[in-house]
C-alpha cells in the first residue's frame, strides 16, 4: 500500500518560488488500480516523480507498506517494487531492446520467446525490435512502449504509468488495456497508478483521483467519479420512454 501524506513540491524559477503541489494526501491500497486525471500542468506527473524518487518533497511523507520511504533514492525504491514508466521515456545508448527487458525481469537468462511477448503485449512486433539498440534511431511511440513493456516485465508491486496512450495506436492501445488486467490478475496484490485522460483507461479504474493545481480535487469510486468527469451525474439524460414520458425521445 502506497500512502502520501500531506506532500508539497515547489521550484524556484526566476529567483521565486513556484509551488507545484499543496499537501497532497492519498492512499493506493493494494490490489487496486488507481487513474490519476486532470488538466495538463495540474502536477501529474511531479506526483509521479515524487512517488519513484526522481524529486524530493518540500515537506510531507512518503510510505510505502507501512515504511517511510521518502529519503530513499529511486533505485531502493525500485528494489522495494515501486517501477515507474516516465512521460517522456529515457534512452539507453549502447543498450539493446533485449538487454533492458532481461534487466528489468532480473533474469539474464530470460528466452529472447519471452521477452519478444513483452513487446507484443504494447503492439511491437518483437523481431523488429529486439536487438535494436534503445537511442535515437526509436521513434518517441517506439520508445515509450519499450519503456512500457520494460514496467510490464519488471511486475513490480506498485507500477506507475505516466499517460501509456501517448503514442500508441488504437488497436494496441486495446491490448495494452488487456494486459493491465492480466498483470494485475498474475501479482497478488499488486497496485497500479495510471496517469491517463483516455476514458477507456479511465473505464479499468477502481478508483479515479482527480488533480489539478497542484491539489486533488476529487477522488472516489469510478462510478462516482465518472459522471462528473463526463459531464454531471444529472446531465446524463433518462429514459423518459421508462418513465411514461414522451416516446420519441429515447
Ligand atoms: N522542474 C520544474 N521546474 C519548473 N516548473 C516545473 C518543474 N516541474 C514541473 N513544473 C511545472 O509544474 C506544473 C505541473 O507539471 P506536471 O507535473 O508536468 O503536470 P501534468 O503532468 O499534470 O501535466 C507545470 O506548470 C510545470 O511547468
Ligand atoms: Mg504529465
Redesign the pocket.
Known amino acids: 500500500m502506497l500512502e502520501l501524506q500531506n506532500l508539497s513540491f515547489s ?1 524556484t ?1 526566476d529567483k521565486q518560488e ?1 509551488q ?2 499543496h499537501g497532497i494526501s492519498l492512499t493506493i491500497p493494494d490490489d487496486k488500480l488507481v487513474v490519476l486525471t ?12 515524487l512517488i519513484a524518487g526522481i ?1 524530493q518533497p518540500i515537506s510531507g511523507k512518503i510510505l510505502f507498506n507501512g515504511e517511510d520511504i521518502t529519503g530513499k533514492s529511486i533505485t531502493e525504491r525500485a528494489r522495494m517494487g515501486i517501477s515507474y514508466a516516465f ?1 517522456q521515456p529515457v534512452k539507453f545508448k549502447g543498450i539493446q531492446v533485449l538487454d533492458l527487458i532481461r534487466f528489468a525481469t532480473g533474469k539474464n537468462t530470460l528466452s529472447v520467446a519471452d521477452a519478444c511477448d513483452y513487446l507484443a503485449a504494447v503492439g511491437l512486433c518483437a523481431k523488429d525490435y529486439i536487438n535494436r539498440e534503445v537511442n535515437n534511431s526509436l521513434s518517441g511511440g517506439e520508445l515509450k512502449r519499450i519503456e512500457i513493456a520494460t514496467v510490464l516485465a519488471r511486475g513490480a508491486a506498485l507500477s506507475i504509468f ?2 501509456p496512450e501517448a503514442g500508441i495506436d488504437l488497436w494496441s492501445f486495446q491490448n495494452l488495456i488487456q494486459t493491465f488486467d492480466s498483470m494485475r490478475r498474475s501479482i497478488p496484490n499488486s497496485s497500479f497508478l495510471i ?1 491517463s485522460h483516455q476514458e477507456r483507461i479511465l473505464n479499468i479504474a477502481d478508483e479515479i483521483m482527480v ?1 489539478a493545481n ?1 491539489r486533488i480535487e476529487h477522488s472516489g469510486d469510478k462510478a462516482e467519479i465518472m459522471p462528473e468527469l463526463i459531464g454531471t451525474a444529472s446531465a446524463v439524460p433518462g429514459c423518459r420512454k421508462l418513465e411514461g414520458g414522451d416516446e420519441s425521445v429515447c
Open positions: 521550484v524559477e513556484k507545484i503541489l486532470g488538466p495538463n500542468g495540474g502536477g501529474k506527473s511531479t506526483l509521479a516523480k524529486e512521460q505516466d499517460e496517469i488533480l497542484g
